[in-house]
T-cell receptor, first 110, second 115 residues
């Protein structure tokens, strides 16, 4: 059973601080990794993806991948109240299926 | 925004009745998916399609069937609805399954309540 684990939260972070979200996965053959944001009552939307070890930056967002340790993280710098949402980690497994974590609820406190 | 429309957006139905949810896309993407989302669970794949009349089961396919007679439409049918099928259902589309950077685009979701 391929699994993706996330801390459900809520993770509370002061406005302007760095929010750090983590995700671990079980399938060593996983190929690519996605972070989606989901506002309450809305559909998931892609923030960024990563498939090489290391860091990938896009604006205030940085994805970090460590395949040896089987984890991927998302850092949000200068957190804003509009970043308050549930963040979903999705992993493209070795069979090309997307496996989803249950999500981490992030709350940015003004 | 990707052109994906789900209908209906909300539905309340009685146990034992058949229900069909529709997903319509205007992006001409090859892959279409039906997921359900429940509290405490990630998105769970019900069925997916990789072309017209080509479908396959996901991890939670029991009690559900699908059909894809046209590229743009993917139907999800609950043959005899049960209370355990109360959930939010999302349709998603993607261009490719194998490409590393393939993004899935989601419809607005359908909230289904089985009473």
């Amino acid at each position: 059973q391929k699994e993706v684990e996330q801390n459900s939260g809520p993770l509370s972070v002061p406005e302007g601080a760095i929010a750090s979200l983590n995700c671990t996965y079980s399938d060593r053959g996983s190929q690519s990794f996605f972070w989606y944001r989901q506002y309450s009552g809305k559909s998931p939307e892609l923030i960024m993806f990563i498939y090489s070890n290391g860091d990938k930056e896009d604006g205030r967002f940085t994805a970090q991948l460590n395949k040896a340790s089987q984890y991927v993280s998302l850092l949000i710098r200068d957190s804003q109240p509009s970043d308050s949402a549930t963040y979903l980690c999705a992993v493209k497994a070795s069979n090309y299926q997307l496996i989803w974590g249950a999500g981490t609820k992030l709350i940015i406190k003004p | 925004d990707a052109g994906i429309t789900q209908s209906p957006r909300h539905k309340v139905t009685e146990t034992g009745t058949p229900v069909t949810l529709r997903c319509h896309q205007t992006e001409n993407h090859r892959y279409m998916y039906w997921y359900r989302q429940d509290p405490g669970h990630g998105l769970r794949l019900i069925h997916y399609s990789y072309g017209v009349k080509d479908t396959d089961k996901g991890e939670v396919s029991d009690g559900y069937s699908v059909s894809r007679s046209k590229t743009e439409d993917f139907l999800l049918t609950l043959e005899s609805a049960t209370s355990s099928q109360t959930s939010v259902y999302f349709c998603a589309i993607s261009e490719s399954e194998v490409a590393l950077n393939t993004e899935a685009f989601f419809g607005q979701g359908t909230r289904l309540t089985v009473v």
